[in-house]
Every structure is written in structure tokens, then in C-alpha cells.
T-cell receptor
Framework: KQEVTQIPAALSVPEGENLVLNCSFT??????LQWFRQDPGKGLTSLLL?????REQTSGRLNASLDKSSGRSTLYIAASQPGDSATYLC?????????????FGTGTRLTIIP | DAMVIQNPRYQVTQFGKPVTLSCSQT?????MYWYQQKSSQAPKLLFH???????NEADTPDNFQSRRPNTSFCFLDIRSPGLGDAAMYLC???????????FGPGTRLTVT
């Protein structure tokens, strides 16, 4: 059974700092990995999708990397801003031969201190 | 422009009173998903439709059912809500089961 872990569960950093969020998964047979942002009481916003054949994806101040062999992904946020405060979730799509689905981590709650 | 729309955003129902949550999409995606997310927990997949093919997760309670009358709409029916069913319900779509998923804003269900 695929398990996705995100550590730490919560993180506070001063505005302007660069930071890294971590995601690990137990089964490396994945189709892709997605990073999402969730604001309190809201739905999920997709940030980046990395296919299993890719090593990284970039969007603005965000950079996500994927190391399938070690079962790890990181989300790098450059020059953090108070508006980046949210919960960040990673999720993997496992190759199961017909019933693929996303398995989520429990998220890292990020607070950027002005 | 809203792409995945959920109505209502907030729903209050009484214990045991049937309730229906609605999801619609303007993306013309083949796949629609329903997730349940309880406080401080990861979203949990309840079921998904690939076109008209319904796929139920093994641990989804029988109390939860779904309908997809056409490509654009999908409904989540909770036949007899219990207090433990209070949660955020998220709808998502994708072009295929292995592709990027797009989420709606969610419906927060309260059971009194």
C-alpha cells in the first residue's frame, strides 16, 4: 500500500526566506506526483505536476523535484511572501494497471511571518 | 473563470436526513472524482467516474452514492448522514486517471 509522508507537519519562516518542503513515498512505481496548495476551508489548487520521467518542474518562484528511486520529492519556494501561507499537499498517482488514483500526504502547514 | 464548480459551498443537514452535493465542470474532462477530507487529514478518495463507468473505493461506506447524468455534472448522495460524515467534500476532474487533477472549492458539510 502506497504511503505518502510529509515532514514537518508545520513550518514557520520569516518573509523573504527560501524554503523547502519535503514529501516521501513508499512505492516508486508512480505515474506522476502533484503538489497542491490548500487555503483554510478551501479546495485544492494544483501547483506543479511532475511526470515519472521528469526530474523537476518550475513555475514562477516554485520548483519541484522528483527522485523516484529514493521515493522523495521537494517543493522549493523562493523569496517567500505572506501570501504563500497555506497548507501544501503532495500526492502521487500509483501505477496499478487500471485503477490509478491519487494518494495524498497529510500536508505541511506553512506560515510566512511578515 | 470557474472550471470546477461545487454547490452549495456550505451545507447543514440533520442526522439521518438525506443530502445531495453537486459538482459541475466546464473542462469537458472524462474523469470526475469525489473526495472526503476531514479536519487536518489528507483527502480520501470515495469514488470516481471514467465517463459513465463508476469506480467505487473498497472502503467507501454504502451510505455514499454517486450519479453522473452527463459529462458536466456529478452528484454525491449521502443517504443517512451521521455525525462522522461531517467533512469537506471535494470534487475533482481530469482528462484521464493518470493525469493532473483539477479541484473545485469544496462543500463543507455539517451534520447536526
Amino acid at each position: 500500500k502506497q504511503e505518502v509522508t510529509q515532514i514537518p507537519a508545520a513550518l514557520s519562516v520569516p518573509e523573504g526566506e527560501n524554503l523547502v518542503l519535503n514529501c516521501s513515498f513508499t512505492d516508486s512505481a508512480i505515474y506522476n506526483l502533484q503538489w497542491f496548495r490548500q487555503d483554510p476551508g478551501k479546495g485544492l489548487t494544483s501547483l506543479l505536476l511532475i511526470q515519472s520521467s521528469q526530474r523537476e518542474q518550475t513555475s514562477g518562484r516554485l520548483n519541484a523535484s522528483l527522485d523516484k528511486s529514493s521515493g522523495r520529492s521537494t517543493l522549493y519556494i523562493a523569496a517567500s511572501q505572506p501570501g504563500d501561507s497555506a497548507t501544501y499537499l503532495c500526492a502521487v498517482t500509483l501505477q496499478t494497471g487500471g485503477n490509478e488514483k491519487l494518494t495524498f500526504g497529510t500536508g505541511t502547514r506553512l506560515t510566512i511571518i511578515p | 473563470d470557474a472550471m470546477v464548480i461545487q454547490n452549495p459551498r456550505y451545507q447543514v443537514t440533520q442526522f439521518g436526513k438525506p443530502v445531495t452535493l453537486s459538482c459541475s465542470q466546464t473542462l469537458n474532462h472524462n474523469v470526475m472524482y469525489w473526495y472526503q477530507q476531514k479536519s487536518s487529514q489528507a483527502p480520501k478518495l470515495l469514488f470516481h467516474y471514467y465517463d459513465k463507468d463508476f469506480n467505487n473505493e473498497a472502503d467507501t461506506p454504502d451510505n455514499f452514492q454517486s450519479r453522473r447524468p452527463n459529462t458536466s455534472f456529478c452528484f454525491l448522495d449521502i443517504r443517512s448522514p451521521g455525525l462522522g460524515d461531517a467533512a469537506m467534500y471535494l470534487c475533482a476532474t481530469s482528462t484521464g486517471v493518470s493525469y493532473e487533477q483539477y479541484f473545485g472549492p469544496g462543500t463543507r458539510l455539517t451534520v447536526t
